[in-house]
């Protein structure tokens, strides 16, 4: 009895190891979690993660409204939320919708930030969340 008792609370423990957390990335614009994307304009969104995770990725939701979606999206670290270094890239390609997941394992940075740059005429709604593991 009492070895199972102990092993119940080690697998409790080792769950527990294994945390998962999810936070959304917020408009540097107007605080929001969906942002409007129109024309040529870009659009960012960021979110701090405050400690060092050893699993990271931020995924992007690109959800088309009007025109072509296309364009670049740019994930960018920084330590102080004020002087950011780009970390991946990727080319946004003609689709009704566009999911990316965007590796940045492990953080290195405090703060992460997603920009989605358009080309061409179009207006497109973007969702950013960051996913963490330990």
């Not at 969906?34 to 060092?52: A, C, H, I, S």
């Not at 102080?80 to 946004?92: G, Q």
């Amino acid at each position: 009895m009492k070895t199972l008792i102990m092993c119940l609370c080690l697998a409790l423990l080792s769950v527990g190891a294994y945390a998962q957390k999810v936070a959304v990335l917020k408009s540097t614009y107007n605080a929001t979690v969906e942002d409007t994307v129109t024309n040529t304009t870009p659009k960012t969104q960021q979110v701090g993660v405050g400690q060092y995770w050893p699993a990271a990725s931020i995924k992007v939701d690109l959800t088309r409204i009007s025109g072509t979606l296309a364009g670049m999206l740019r994930t960018f670290g920084s330590f102080d939320n004020v002087n950011f270094v780009k970390t991946d890239s990727a080319t946004v390609t003609n689709a009704a919708t566009y999911k990316r997941s965007l590796d940045i394992s492990p953080t290195k940075y405090n703060f992460y930030r997603v920009t989605y740059t358009p080309t061409g005429t179009m207006s497109t709604k973007m969702r950013s969340q960051i996913e963490v593991k330990k």
